[in-house]
């Protein structure tokens, strides 16, 4: 089936701009988690949903950051009047929820270039 | 707080020979579950491997093993009979579950270089 997919590939903005990436998840899949990558780094925790309930919002860096899951599918990960320092790729990953393995399967993610 | 080490920026290994990847974590629970995935130049992470701690047998699937040491806190990765698709930025990941939410917490990873 189809694994978790994420556009744009590439991004490349003006600092200040406001940017949007996209992510669909597995079908069937009720939880969707935001990480970022920055260079030379792991992962970074961001963001996470589950179903209908309050997302977990303790890992975005600032309040230019905020996501949003519609229909508890697509998610969309906003960041306003971008800094050089959001340049990173951006991961998404879901995962079926109520057990084990609790295996997070990722997307190709976004690369963001802020100039 | 928990923390994923990975102490080895870069190794390299021959085609065909063996190679280990350290990972340490510190936590004080006593059922979590460890992961090491694999990311090559594409990006797409992908799961290589899974462990749950209260399972002291180590897993193993096809040429990748870990050597889980529960009280050490220690997960090693190995892979045997490298191949040169082997090639890739292996991170090591610990599962936090708390207060309705969950996520993984990432090492800085392991840039594994194979050589012919």
């Known amino acids: 089936g189809a694994g978790v997919s994420q556009s744009p590939s590439n991004k490349v903005t003006e600092k200040g701009k406001d940017v949007e990436l996209r992510c669909d998840p597995i079908?069937?899949?009720?939880?969707l988690y935001w990480y970022r990558q920055s260079l030379g780094q792991g992962l970074e925790f961001l963001i996470y949903?589950?179903?209908?309930?309050?997302?977990?919002k303790s890992g975005l860096p600032s309040d230019r950051f905020s996501a949003e899951r519609t229909g508890g599918s697509v998610s969309t990960l906003t960041i306003q009047r971008t800094q050089q320092e959001d340049s990173a790729v951006y991961l998404c990953?879901?995962?079926?929820?109520?057990?084990?393995?609790?295996?997070?399967?990722f997307g190709p993610g976004t690369r963001l270039t802020v100039t | 707080a928990q923390t994923v080490t990975q102490s080895q920026p870069e190794m390299s290994v021959q085609e065909a020979e063996t190679v280990t990847l350290s990972c340490t974590y510190d936590?004080?629970?006593?059922?979590?579950?460890l992961f090491w995935y694999k990311q090559p130049p594409s990006r797409q992470m992908i799961l290589v491997i899974r462990?749950?701690?209260?399972?002291?047998q180590n897993a193993t699937e096809n040429r990748f093993s870990v050597n889980f040491q529960k009280a050490a806190k220690s997960f090693s990765l190995k892979i045997s009979d490298s191949q040169l698709g082997d090639a890739a930025m292996y991170f090591c990941a610990y599962r936090i579950a708390q207060g309705g939410s969950e996520k993984l917490v990432f090492g800085k990873g392991t840039k594994l270089t194979v050589n012919p």
């Open positions: 936590t004080s629970e006593s059922d979590y579950y």
């Open positions: 079908s069937g899949h009720t939880a």
């Open positions: 990953a879901s995962s079926l929820s109520g057990g084990a393995p609790y295996e997070q399967y």
């Open positions: 949903f589950q179903g209908n309930s309050a997302p977990d």
């Open positions: 462990q749950e701690a209260y399972k002291q």
